[in-house]
DNA sequence: TTAGATGCAAATAGTTTGCATTTGT
DNA sequence: ACAAATGCAAACTATTTGCATCTAA
C-alpha cells in the first residue's frame, strides 16, 4: 500500500498502533506540509488524496499523533481551527509576525542550557518545547 | 461601577476601548485566575459575577484581549477548549507534566539573549514570546 | 451626542460519539 | 483470529453573527 515507512511511522508502530491507511495518509500530509498545518487543511488534503477516509478518523488520528508528540495543536492566526506544528525531536520554535501572521522558522533555540538548568532545579525531566516568538517581521517593521 | 482600575484597564482605554462592565468583568476573573484559565471557566465565573453579561461578549472580549497580547490562546491539557494565558510583559512560560498535566510556572526564562540576537540576525522586532516545556513533573518521574 | 459595545437568540461549524463493519498483525 | 481501527451519520457544543438597544466618553 505504502512503499516506504517514515521513521514517524516506524515509531508509530513500535508504540503498537496499527499502520492503516488513515494513518499513513494523515502522516503523509503532515510530512508534506511545511510544518504548519489547519486540521481543515489536513481534512482537506486527507480527502484528495483518498476520499474513503472518514473526518473521524482523521481527528483520531490528530490526537492519537498529538499523545505521541508527533504534532501539537496551537493558536497560529486562527483563533477557531487549531494549527499543528511537526516538533521534530520534541521541539519546535517559531515567529509569529503579529502585523501579517507571517511564520518564520529558525534554527538554534538555544534552549538547550535552559532545559538543564530548568531540569536540575526543579527535578524535572524534560523532553520537549515550544517555543512562540511574537513581533514584528522584516517586511512590517 | 469600579473602585479601581488596573494597569491593564488602563491600558485598555489608552488603546481607545471603551471600558465596560463586560470587559471589566472579564479582565477581573483573569486577574483573580492563576494565569491559566479556559473559556469554560471565564463563561462560568462571568456569570457568577453578573449573569445579565452576554456569552458573546464575554467571546467578544476574549478576542479583544488576545489581539492586545493581555492574554493568549494555547491547548494546555484540552483538545477542545482553549485556555487563555495571561502574559505579563507580552510573555508566557510554564512547563507541562505529559503524565498528570500539572503546569508548573517558573521564573526566568532567560531568552532575553535569544531575543536580542533574533531581532538582529533576522531583522525582526519581537515583542513577546510562548514557551512550553513538555516532559515528567518531580511526581511522575 | 454618537461611535462603539452590548445582549439576545438563532445560525454555524468544528469535533466527537456509537456502532456495525473492516483490517492489520 | 481478534483486538484495534474504521467509516458513517447523528449528536454535541463551543463560538459567531445580525440586529435592535444601550452606554461610556
Redesign the interface.
Known amino acids: 500500500m505504502f512503499t516506504e515507512l517514515s521513521p514517524r511511522a516506524i515509531r508509530l508502530r513500535e508504540a503498537g498502533h496499527k499502520l492503516t491507511n488513515a494513518r499513513l495518509t494523515v502522516l503523509k500530509v503532515l510530512e508534506e506540509s511545511d510544518g504548519h498545518i489547519t486540521s481543515a487543511e489536513v481534512l482537506e488534503k486527507v480527502a484528495q488524496i483518498d476520499s474513503s477516509i472518514g473526518r473521524a478518523s482523521v481527528f483520531r488520528t490528530l490526537?492519537l499523533f498529538?499523545s505521541l508528540?508527533i504534532i501539537?495543536?496551537?493558536?497560529i492566526n486562527s483563533?477557531v481551527t487549531?494549527t499543528y506544528v511537526m516538533m521534530p525531536d520534541?521541539h519546535h520554535h517559531h515567529?509569529v509576525?503579529?502585523n501579517c501572521n507571517r511564520v518564520?522558522e529558525?534554527e538554534n533555540?538555544?534552549?538547550s542550557?535552559?532545559?538543564a538548568?530548568?531540569?536540575a532545579r526543579?527535578?524535572?525531566?524534560?523532553?520537549?518545547?515550544?517555543?512562540?516568538?511574537?513581533?514584528?517581521?522584516?517586511k512590517c517593521?
Open positions: 490526537d498529538t508528540s501539537r495543536p496551537t493558536y483563533s487549531p520534541g515567529i509576525c503579529t518564520i529558525f533555540c538555544g534552549l542550557a535552559i532545559t538548568e530548568l531540569e526543579l527535578h524535572v525531566k524534560l523532553t520537549g518545547h515550544l517555543l512562540e516568538f511574537y513581533g514584528l517581521c522584516d517593521i
